[in-house]
């Protein structure tokens, strides 16, 4: 069998009873269509459980995703903040101490090549960081200086830091390379003097302790932390966005004077979590970058895990309902049925006891008419032989016979109405077996002579008289042989087969040599309203009452059959009846 | 033998009696069942074969009357219909219930059943 094929067997293993229910026309319509009913039950049930279910799983699926992206910005915002303030703190110790410097030295005192390259000595020592010290009079003119650098006398007036400077009294520049192609800054700070002239302490910042406290910092995965101007150029290394006094690749964020995070993509169009903040005092932007992925990661469990929980509910809220409303559809349609075969059979019955009545009245009035037949053609007869009153006597008496002859079976026939008609309404009483097996036949003796179909009847040894109800098994083989001689082709055989099984039951098999029944048919064929005759006028109700007529009378109705090669049903009763039975179905017979 | 046939159907108890008489049995006929047992009170008969369907008095109301008048008499039913009341009618009140047309040495064979 092909994969298409095992499924849809599989399927149909699993198939409800009612599921192909289509008797929804004629007078034993089903009173609801039972797949709409099934799905109409399966829907809304679904809705009103799986509503409330999916609600509260997508508001617990937003209200932590918004936590964890909560969490997520603060943490980030933290990170951001301590590091700003390191950053800041680092620059501001510098400035500070240049302004010590400049507080505590006079303006003589730090001309003297000595004493500036001891206070150089001192902030190297202190601090760190510090590359050179210059000292700018109010000319713009350096007058003093130590360090790698040969920039005395070197005029700065027309500069913008030295401007810059004179306008804020302190400066902090942009990075910058320089001559050794190494990054670097400027600290500068302006000190009046008390004859109203002034002069600028300079200095010169090697920025690899701010390289190394970023680098310090825990960026898991592809995180970056790194610094840009104002402009968007890189003051420091960064390992996603750019090389050094490059533009980097995000967008300048907006001032603001507290911590900011924004969430936004990167030039792969990756989501991306951005905290900044500005560096007061210096044209500074610090900048941590984080994957939103990376970051998000806790929540992705989570939301496996709702995902998870969402779809094992909705499986088992799902199985739970299937099985429910099959399991209710299927008691509807079981009632239903019930109702249907119910109201069949009362008609069924009641259309049979017509019948009855019917035949025996035809039958009464074709006796009355017979009987006279039969005296006058009989005195006719008599007059004849036993007075000699016609010459052509022994013609004549040939003539009357076949008239009686005639008579008798006609009046055969009509004691046979009469004594079938009399069975519907009797109920048990004592029964040969094979005398309604013939009773049964005797009807159809002409069908079989004309269609060339041999009857066989064989009962290898006797079968004692059995109480039973002589209508219903009437009826059980009337419906059996009928059954079989529509199966059968024109010159068929049917095969009766009467035995005892044991010493208290009697097996009846009906046998045709016709077309058979499908395997797929065969556990279906004692189903209400199953035909595959429904084109032709059968109701699928036949099979269906035969069943229900044999065990009303304890017995027991099975049927083997070979495709093409013929059916038999085997009936099998008990010779004697269940009084409970037997009461049931005289009280129910009213 | 002497007996009495009662039969609504004129045509069919005469031919009967006649053929009775050829074979030696006495017959006598009525076709209402107040002529029946008028000729019951008048006359000796062993046996009576009714019909169950008459106008007026019905076959097993005039076995009743006849069992009144004659006690001894034996009964024979025969009749055309063969429904489940005359059946259980026929069986109890009866020695034989015969159902139309009969040939007349069954019936015979009935009767001599019922008187022997």
């Known amino acids: 069998m092909s994969t298409p094929g095992k499924l849809r067997a599989l399927l149909a293993k699993f198939r409800p009873a009612f599921w192909d229910q289509r008797a929804e026309e004629g007078p034993y319509k089903s009173l609801f269509n039972y797949q709409r009913t099934w799905r109409l039950s399966v829907g809304l049930l679904a809705a009103v459980a799986l509503a409330p279910l999916c609600i509260m799983t997508a508001i617990d699926y937003n209200v932590s995703k918004r936590a964890i992206s909560s969490e997520n910005k603060l943490t980030m915002g933290r990170l951001t903040s301590n590091t700003r303030r390191s950053v800041a703190y680092f620059l501001d110790e510098r400035r500070a101490a240049l302004d010590f410097i400049v507080r505590e030295e006079t303006f003589a005192g730090l001309t003297r090549q000595d004493r500036l390259e001891d206070a150089l000595k001192n902030l190297k020592s202190g601090f760190g960081g510090f590359l050179d010290l210059g000292l700018i009079d109010a000319s713009g003119r350096q007058i003093a200086y130590v360090g790698p650098y040969s920039l005395l006398g070197r005029d700065y007036s027309g500069q913008d830091w030295f401007k810059n400077t004179l306008a804020q009294g302190h400066y902090i520049s942009d990075v910058f390379l320089g001559f050794r192609n190494v990054p670097h800054m400027i600290i500068a700070i302006k000190k009046d003097l008390p004859d109203g002239s002034f002069y600028v302490l300079r200095t010169t910042l090697d920025t690899k302790p701010i390289n190394d406290l970023l680098k310090s910092l825990d960026l898991s995965g592809i995180g970056d932390a790194f610094i840009i101007n104002k402009d968007g150029a890189l003051q420091t290394y960064s390992r996603y966005h750019g090389g050094l006094l490059e533009k980097v690749s995000l967008p300048v964020p907006e001032y603001s004077a507290r911590t900011e995070v924004l969430e936004m993509k990167n030039k792969d169009g990756e989501g991306i979590f951005v905290g900044y903040a500005y560096i007061q005092g210096s044209p500074l932007i610090l900048i941590v970058v984080k994957n939103a992925a990376e970051l998000m990661k806790p929540w992705y469990d989570i939301r496996l895990e709702l995902v998870w929980f ?281 | 033998m002497k007996i009495l046939l009662v039969d609504d159907e004129q045509e069919l108890v005469s031919a009967l009696a006649e053929r009775l008489s050829f074979r030696g049995i006495d017959a006598d006929f009525a076709v209402t069942g107040e002529e029946a047992l008028k000729k019951v009170g008048d006359n000796a008969y062993e046996l009576a074969v009714l019909d169950m369907k008459m106008p007026k008095i019905s076959g097993i109301k005039l076995k009743q009357e006849i069992m009144k008048i004659r006690p001894d008499m034996r009964i024979i039913f025969l009749t055309g219909h063969g429904s489940e009341e005359d059946f259980k009618a026929g069986s109890a009140e009866s020695s034989a219930y015969l159902v139309k047309p009969v040939k007349i040495e069954d019936l015979i064979a009935k009767m001599r059943e019922a008187l022997a």
């Not at chain 1, 036949?441 to 002579?449: C, D, N, P």
């Not at chain 1, 059954?483 to 024109?490: E, K, T, W």
């Not at chain 1, 309203?529 to 059968?538: L, Q």
């Open chain 1, 310 to 590: 969402l779809a094992a509910s909705i499986l088992v809220i799902l199985l739970v309902i299937l099985g429910v409303a099959t399991y209710m559809v299927n008691k509807i349609y079981v009632a239903d049925q019930t109702r249907a075969m119910t109201l069949h059979q009362v008609e069924h019955t009641n259309k049979m006891a017509s019948i009855g009545r019917l035949a025996a009245g035809v039958a009464h009035e074709i006796n009355n008419p017979l009987a006279i037949i039969n005296e006058k053609a009989g005195l006719l007869r008599d007059l004849i032989v036993y007075k000699g009153q016609c010459e052509e006597g022994g013609r004549l008496v040939g003539l009357i016979d076949s008239v009686l002859g005639s008579v008798e079976r006609c009046g055969a026939i009509t004691k046979r109405l009469l004594g079938f008609a009399r069975h519907i309404e009797v109920s048990i009483q004592p029964v040969k077996i094979q005398d309604v097996i013939e009773e049964v036949l005797s009807f159809l003796t002409k069908e079989a002579e004309y269609r060339s179909i041999r009857v066989d009847v064989d009962m290898p040894a006797p079968v004692p008289v059995f109480e039973s109800d002589r209508g219903k098994l009437q009826q059980i083989f009337l419906n059996l042989i009928n059954n079989a001689f529509q199966a059968m082709n024109d010159g068929g055989r049917l095969g009766i087969r009467i035995v005892m099984q044991g010493e208290n039951r009697v097996t009846v098999s009906v046998s045709d040599d016709g077309c058979g029944i499908p395997a797929a048919d065969l556990k279906r064929i004692f189903d209400p309203f199953f035909s595959t005759k429904t084109k032709k006028g059968g109701t699928g109700l036949g099979l269906s009452i035969t069943y229900g007529l044999v065990q009303e009378l304890g017995g027991t109705l099975r049927v083997e059959s070979a495709l093409g090669k013929g059916t038999t049903f085997y009936v099998s009763f008990p010779l004697k009846q269940d009084q409970r039975t037997v009461r049931r179905e005289n009280s129910s017979g009213g």
